[in-house]
């Protein structure tokens, strides 16, 4: 008897280039989907390993994006994806090239609305789509018009406290929002027991909603019939809740379906489709392997592959890493340990950027001291206020794009009661290819308005140590700046005394024609250039408060160069012009800073040099002045 062999279907290979139109995915089967899906996930692999990016998540993700283009009419439909950094595969099926992923004039790595129609939303901060999603959606209803909202959202964002808000009104209102939540990582718990199923199932029949739609319209018409209607409501919930465990989302007001294996394209349209017929606003919950696909990011369970910079496929090693160099964040990393061995009162705060601000060692050391509070930037000031009211000193590790969730709590609480602590503003500046959403350029500006507060940053490794000595001595909030970029590595930081308060003159002019006040880095890049020409050259270490004594000095010059290289001309360089002009300066002031503005993704190279902030441009401009 001749064996049956079973019949394999051959699968084209897909042209991602070619795509302009993701229509087509309505009509591939089911094989030639996991093909797409198998094809799309290569080609962001290997973009992300040419450009950098968001890794994990977007390989993670890739099956559940082509289904939701598969059941959604978008863009005429709306689809807002939470942060953004998973929008990838949106950006293939779109017909986007990856190509040009984070470089200056290229694709956005997160959704951009000028960048495509069906990028309806925008963002680089966590947990703002359900919010958004809501408003849409009344919108929609004002206008009577059809359509869905589609709120596409990570189990680490629905925990903060801005999706916490969106879902406490959402649940509740009459404006439809499907919510895709989207968990790689933590279980969230679910009723079980066949008798809950089989409720469950009932609840989202389509013969169910029929019949409890056309009750409610009936019974709607008469003031008796509303109240029958409020009555067989209540009763109908508390028999429910008798026989049926809600979980947390139902509870809120919501229809649940869940969980979906969100790799799996038979249980995502299954999934979809009751999301779409449903009347109210439910919850599509996805179970996702994070970084699937890719062996390294599949197994990573530290965050390693969540953001990576130019990478090797085969060996997954960085390109380009240079041992003699050390970043800022780790920099800062290095001493604050330090500091967790020197002092017993010493608690680190973070919301949930250990990695990025590579803290990976003081929280590996000292376990109890140290507090991830997740996407929660609010609350990591609110412990840090309680740890200091307690006796403690904290040390808050943010990135200067985030710090700014938590202005209420450095005004009202942090400040007004002057408590002591140190915050570490990470990524000061520009920060390069995250672009507009994540330049840490406006922290600075609102933070020297603003009473008992210290703001410094430090040129060096050296600078650095000394400011963090003093900000352990000082009463009251701390803030040292630095920037996303690198310095050359030293085994032993040499001693720094650095006065409270002081500035610093690096070089000194004779004729007192020219005096160039600067801070940070750009310190460091500006003074060999400097140095054969006679220019007075000012490190003003701390930009609150003022070195008002060294500021009387300036009055003797001709002219006076403000550069702020780490913020916009609002902040520090008006300070300071405010006080020159008001002690009656003769001269001329002439300012470069970043431009008040939303900075475009490119290099930080790239970004300083459209400023005009490069230091070879920044050399041109004092020459002119010189032979002026």
Not at 125 to 148: C, P, Q
Not at 450 to 462: D, K, L
Request: charged share 20%.
């Amino acid at each position: 008897m001749k064996k049956k062999t079973k019949k394999t279907e051959q699968v084209k290979k897909f042209d991602l280039k070619a795509i302009s139109n993701p229509d087509f995915v309505k009509q591939l089967t089911y094989p030639e989907l996991t093909a797409l899906a198998s094809d799309i996930r290569q080609e962001i692999l290997l973009q992300i390993a040419k450009n950098g990016g968001h890794l994990s998540s977007n390989l993670g993700t890739v099956e559940a994006t082509i289904a939701l283009f598969r059941n959604f009419d978008f863009p005429h439909d709306k689809l807002l994806f939470d942060v953004g950094h998973q929008a990838y595969t949106q950006k293939i099926l779109t017909g986007r090239s990856l190509a040009t992923l984070r470089k200056k004039n290229g694709v956005s790595g997160y959704q951009k609305c000028l960048e495509s129609p069906y990028d309806q939303y925008e963002a680089g901060h966590s947990s703002t789509s359900i919010g958004a999603a809501t408003g849409m959606a009344i919108a929609r209803d004002l206008n009577e018009e059809k359509y869905e909202v589609v709120a596409f959202i990570g189990d680490a964002a629905i925990a903060n406290g801005v999706a916490f808000e969106g879902l406490n009104y959402l649940g509740h209102s009459m404006h439809k929002v499907i919510i895709v939540l989207n968990d790689n990582d933590m279980s969230i718990t679910q009723p079980v027991g066949a008798f809950s199923r089989l409720f469950r199932r009932l609840k989202l029949s389509s013969s169910y909603i029929r019949t409890k739609d056309a009750y409610r319209r009936i019974m709607f018409k008469t003031r008796l019939g509303y109240h029958i209607y409020r009555f067989t409501w209540w009763f109908k919930n508390f028999f429910a809740r008798l026989v049926l465990p809600r979980n947390f989302f139902e509870q809120l007001g919501f229809d649940y379906i869940g969980t979906v294996d969100g790799h799996d394209f038979k249980a995502l349209d299954k999934a979809f489709k009751k999301a779409h017929s449903l009347k109210d606003s439910v919850i599509v919950h996805l179970r996702t392997t994070k970084g699937k696909g890719y062996p390294y990011s599949e197994k990573d369970d530290q965050g390693d592959w969540h953001g990576v910079s130019s990478f090797d496929i085969k060996t997954g090693i960085s390109n380009g890493k240079n041992v003699d160099i050390i970043s800022w964040s780790n920099l800062y990393a290095d001493l604050t340990l330090a500091k967790l061995k020197a002092d017993d009162h010493t608690i680190v705060i973070t919301p949930a950027t250990l990695k990025g601000s590579g803290l990976e060692k003081p929280f590996a050391q000292y376990r109890r001291r140290t507090i991830d509070v997740g996407i929660a930037e609010e609350n990591a000031f609110l412990v840090a206020q309680g740890l200091a009211l307690s006796g403690k000193y904290p040390i808050v590790s943010i990135y200067s794009t985030f710090m700014q969730r938590g202005f209420d709590q450095i005004i009202h609480d942090l400040a007004r009661m002057n408590l002591s602590l140190l915050v570490l503003v990470d990524r000061a500046g520009l920060v390069g290819a995250d672009g507009e959403t994540h330049q840490g350029i406006f922290d600075s500006d609102f933070l020297l308005g603003i009473p008992n507060i210290t703001v410094a940053m430090a040129a060096n490794a050296r600078q650095a140590q000394a400011l963090m000595n003093t900000a352990l001595g000082h009463k009251g909030p701390f803030f040292v700046r630095y920037p996303r970029d690198f310095m050359k590595k030293i085994e032993q930081i040499p001693p720094c005394e650095l006065p409270y308060g002081k500035w610093e003159t690096v070089q000194t002019s004779r004729q007192a024609k020219l005096a160039v006040v600067t801070y940070g880095p750009l310190i460091e890049a500006l003074q060999p250039l400097v140095a054969s020409l006679d220019v007075s050259l000012i490190n003003a270490i701390y930009q609150k408060p003022l070195d008002y004594n060294l500021l009387d000095t300036l009055l003797k010059y001709q002219k006076v160069i403000l550069i702020d290289g780490y913020a916009t001309n609002e902040g520090f360089n008006q300070q300071v012009m405010s006080y020159l002009y008001q002690h009656d300066y003769q001269g001329k002031v002439i300012t470069r800073a970043v431009p008040t503005s939303f900075i475009e993704q490119a290099t930080i190279a790239e970004q300083m040099e459209e400023a005009g902030l490069a230091p070879h441009q920044l050399l041109a401009l004092i020459k002119e002045l010189l032979d002026a």
